[in-house]
């Protein structure tokens, strides 16, 4: 939700000519819809989020916030019945998940790439085991960019920093 990374998306849209398969929104994933959020950057390659009391929306560093439900009425308006998710915020993946139930029952999300930060994943512990269990239980398995199933149990320790979030369904026929 940077304005010049929506800029950017935008523009490589437009290039590869699919606007009317992709919807961009420029609100900030969390745990409550119309809350304010400031995108801080910790380090060059990192953006987070930390709320603000700033109502500042010109500000390309100040962003209204949503739930992932929200984004159920576009997805239904656009007939759209199944999806490729691409989460990188840090920290706010859980959000998706704490959010997100409605979507992930009525919408054919086939595989969701995210980050696993090496530090969140010590910080939010709760967060994480919570985000593991949420996609187990809609039977979707983990791997690793190269297809290898990861071991459930090792989140904590060994899997990489970028995750794939498979329904097993889809793993072997269409997937991996």
């Not at 935008?10 to 304010?36: D, P, T, W």
């Not at 009425?73 to 706010?92: A, F, H, T, Y």
């Not at 269990?133 to 398995?141: G, H």
Request: glycine share 4%; proline share 2%; charged share 25%.
């Amino acid at each position: 939700c940077h304005l010049p990374n929506i800029e950017n998306i935008a523009r490589a849209v437009q290039i590869q000519r699919v606007q009317n398969r992709v919807v961009l929104v420029h609100n900030a994933l969390y745990s409550k819809s119309g809350e304010y959020i400031t995108l801080s950057k910790s380090t060059p390659s990192e953006i987070e989020l930390r709320e603000t009391a700033q109502q500042n929306i010109t500000s390309e560093f100040v962003v209204q916030t949503i739930r992932f439900d929200d984004l159920l009425p576009i997805l239904i308006e656009r007939k759209v019945q199944s999806v490729v998710i691409k989460i990188d915020i840090e920290g706010s993946e859980g959000f998706m998940c704490e959010t997100g139930s409605k979507t992930f029952d009525l919408i054919d999300i086939q595989v969701i790439i995210m980050e696993w930060g090496h530090g969140f994943r010590k910080w939010h512990r709760k967060r994480y085991e919570f985000m593991t269990l949420f996609f187990t239980e809609r039977q979707y398995i983990v791997t690793d960019a190269f297809c290898n199933q990861l071991n459930l149990t090792a989140w904590e320790t060994t899997w990489p920093g970028d995750i794939f979030w498979i329904k097993k369904i889809n793993f072997k026929n269409n997937i991996c």
